[in-house]
């Protein structure tokens, strides 16, 4: 029979099992009291203490004794909605202070906007503590929060939002909008309780489903040749981009491909002599790629970066990439990989023909995909 016990963040009366944390954990054998907590918090873990007995860490009890009932309630609907999104968590005290102190704040965040009456909860989309995203609820609209790790660059945010705002204004490609604050800007500055500045951005709510959220039969031809469209407009648009002074995001050049190889090249103990060759002749390969093509700008300019299907929503049929987060300088056929990599070999021919309405690919496409392919996996 399973135990029951009092759930630590709402309250209700739950199974629990002591066990050892999941095999995905930091550390495979320390003790946890997993929780099934089905109506409200669905399930997580709580890391625990072996002396003499398993026990729940007494620092993460302490530290929810602290807590007050609107703070309990946000962790209870943070958890719900990690896992309604197949987040697993196990929490220690530090994982709970940094959602504590995320509260805290987009609490003050959300006063610097024109909003009446709004609620907010994690979006359960990921689970970045270090940037987390978060929904904020009005009586009638639903916005998107963007909460940035403190350090962040400021010119970082503002080439996030000039790149939105280019592929808007002159592709007409959907994406996030972002929503000014009261003061007019687009990035907002909050300090709450003396606590490190942090930057935040809110974004105008983009109705839909994720393309990984779609059925095979919803994946029609024409919304495969749209997505070729969308990709290969977000590349027409850097081609010819002059960029601000300012501009500021991570380049996955030559240099940053080249580390990556030649990490993989010395992490050689466990590595066989067979997979050693492949990663050099990988390297040579590469090589010969960068002295054929370069940085040129019909091969290399701002990508997305992570166009996986889950950064893709489907709104009124057309294709809205969001999550700009890891957006940047790179290869274009990177991002045509990301994504078609997930078709079929049907689906890959008529997304290459949406993209060339709008681009050519190079006519050895089909061997850089395959180099990429190859660099995708290290």
Request: with cysteine.
């Amino acid at each position: 029979m399973a135990e029951k016990m009092s759930c630590p963040f709402c309250g209700t009366q739950v199974e629990y099992a002591i066990e050892n944390s999941p095999d995905w954990y930091r550390d495979p054998s320390l003790p946890v009291y997993r929780i099934n907590c089905h109506d409200e918090c669905r399930q997580y873990w709580l890391e625990a203490i072996s002396d003499p007995h398993p026990q729940i860490d007494p620092a993460i009890l302490a530290f929810l004794d602290s807590l007050d009932a609107e703070q309990r309630t946000f962790i209870s609907e943070s958890t719900r909605h990690a896992c309604d999104n197949g987040i697993l968590i196990v929490y220690n005290k530090n994982i709970l202070q940094y959602l504590v102190t995320d509260w805290h704040y987009v609490k003050a965040a959300v006063r610097l906007y024109a909003f009446d009456d709004v609620s907010f909860q994690i979006s359960g989309i990921g689970f970045d503590v270090a940037n987390m995203l978060f929904f904020l609820d009005t009586d009638d609209a639903r916005f998107t929060l963007r909460l940035y790790r403190a350090g962040t660059s400021i010119d970082k945010i503002r080439s996030e939002i000039y790149w939105l705002q280019v592929l808007w204004n002159e592709e007409q490609i959907k994406t996030l909008s972002p929503v000014a604050g009261r003061d007019d800007e687009m990035i907002q500055s909050i300090s709450p309780n003396d606590l490190p500045i942090r930057y935040a951005t809110v974004y105008n709510w983009i109705p839909g489903e994720t393309l990984h959220g779609l059925s095979a039969a919803e994946k029609t031809p024409e919304l495969i040749r749209s997505l070729g469209v969308m990709v290969g407009r977000m590349h027409a648009v850097s081609e010819t981009l002059e960029l601000p002074s300012w501009f500021t995001r991570p380049r996955y050049d030559t240099d940053w491909i080249t580390a990556k190889i030649q990490a993989a090249l010395g992490n050689d103990t466990d590595t066989s002599a067979a997979e050693l060759a492949k990663l050099s002749a990988l390297s040579s390969r590469f090589s010969q790629f960068v002295a054929e093509h370069g940085e040129e700008r019909d091969v290399f300019g701002l990508i997305h970066s992570d166009l996986e299907p889950h950064n893709i929503i489907i709104s009124d049929g057309q294709p809205c990439p969001v999550d700009v987060m890891e957006f940047g300088s790179g290869y274009y056929i990177s991002d045509i990989l990301t994504l078609s990599r997930h078709f079929s070999e049907d689906e890959q021919t008529i997304f290459f023909q949406g993209y060339q309405e709008i681009r050519p690919l190079p006519t050895d496409y089909r061997q850089q995909l395959a180099l990429f392919e190859e660099l995708y996996m290290l």
